[in-house]
């Protein structure tokens, strides 16, 4: 092992850094749409949140929409569809201005600000940090509908790096640069 480093469950990290159950640095959202009209959206694996309507010419909701979840801006949700990117799902951060609807099927949380920098586990889950955790708890492919077999109590099991808030708002920082340079 490393100097300055220490061995963990999910292998060496810095010593300064721990490492923590997304359920102990995670908050699920539960707010339902019920009567509101408030815009349904999806995740598509490598774009991330995209309008129903966008994405297959109509919106799909149907009876289900009032179970739908709100998201706001800062929070995060999780479509549990494997995809070649994502094959143990993709997590998204929504930045939108206005509140959406996603289906209830999701897995939607927000981060503890305290300890969590949200454009630090943004890059983690874009560089698939929780795909590795999640194959500890996935039985046996997808169901018909397509999902993986996952409760969200596994998914809240998955163990993350949760490095001191202003290492993580460094990291953050150069990762976004990094992307921007990239797109650019």
């Known amino acids: 092992m490393k100097r300055g480093y220490k061995e963990t469950e999910i292998g060496e ?3 300064e850094w721990d490492i923590a159950k997304l359920n102990e640095i995670a908050t699920p959202i539960k707010e339902v749409v019920g009567d509101r009209e408030i815009q349904p959206m999806s995740i598509s694996a490598g774009i991330g ?3 129903q309507s966008e994405k297959w010419g109509k919106e799909i909701a ?3 929409y009032e179970k ?3 998201l706001r801006a800062g929070q995060f949700a999780y479509n549990k569809g494997n995809s070649k990117q994502f094959p143990q799902g993709c997590v998204y951060l929504y930045n939108g201005k206005n509140p959406v609807s996603v289906p209830n099927v999701f897995i939607s949380f927000t981060l503890d600000k305290t300890r969590c920098d949200n454009g630090f586990y943004q890059q983690m889950f874009l560089n698939n940090s929780h795909g590795i955790e999640l194959v500890k708890y996935i039985n046996s492919g997808t169901r018909n509908n397509g999902l993986l077999n996952l409760t ?3 998914f809240y099991s998955i163990c993350l790096v949760v490095p001191p808030l202003p290492e993580q708002k460094k990291i953050a920082e150069v990762l976004s ?3 921007e340079s990239i797109r650019a």
């Open 62 to 64: 149907g009876k289900q």
């Open 13 to 15: 990290i810095p010593e």
């Open 49 to 51: 949140f995209v309008a």
């Open 68 to 70: 739908y979840i709100v």
């Open 177 to 179: 640069s990094v992307d």
């Open 152 to 154: 969200p109590n596994n």
